[in-house]
């Protein structure tokens, strides 16, 4: 599964290489109306993470012609797996939250992503309609988008909420900022980012910098810094290989 995932196209506009990403979606509706939204604004690649019920007739009839859409969608079993293969990694939330790391409007997260992300795919990450995306699932994103709305209503409907954010990647993608800045060296993966956080932890658990059992912020810290949306794959390498030489050192004292 993850093969083909990362086979997603990796073409030059920033729609092309944006995937939207649906977590755990309970009402198949909401995926025929997602599909849809993505399909009016150029979007093409839908991941659904464990959809409840899926392929699905109300998707279908919610899509009303955005049939493609639905027929490529691809289906996985983590968030994770749905965005190894991602520089950038968006997730999305109606509630204002404790996060350590930027929670912007669409339109400044669109122009963000156009401008850093070179040839990286990109994605959009969108949570459950109920409880929306776990602390731990937004931990894997860079930035998280919250669509300004009345203080006292924040909770759009999920497809309605794709539409907004997908509108606005369009936008960025029709102002031509990704084609200005042209990436001279691949953004590291998800999948990097993710082993070098894991690598981080477990090297400064062992030489007592980090105490798991009192962790404090330094987790939410340290995801910041490694998902800035600023780390090539080379920094990541070298940051990778720094701690490697920590560990071998540590295994000869
Ligand atoms: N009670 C949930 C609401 C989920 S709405 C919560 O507190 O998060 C379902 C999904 O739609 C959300 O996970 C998010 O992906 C998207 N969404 C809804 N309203 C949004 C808003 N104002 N800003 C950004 N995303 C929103």
Redesign the pocket.
Known sequence: MSKSLNELSSAATLLARTRIVLVETSHPGNIGAAARAMKTMGLRQLVLVRPRQFPAAEATARASGADDVLAQALVVDTLAQAVEACGIIVG????PRYLEWPVTPPREAAEWAAAQAGDAQVAIV????????SNDELRLCQRA???P?AADF???N?GQ?VQICAYEWRLADLSGVAAALPASEPLATGAELAGLIAHAKATMTRVGYLNPARPKRLPDRLARLVGSGQLRHSEAQILRGFLTAIDEALAET
């Open positions: 999305t939330t109606a509630r969108f949570g459950r309609e109920q409880t929306g995306l988008i919250r669509i709305t924040s909770s759009l999920l909420a």
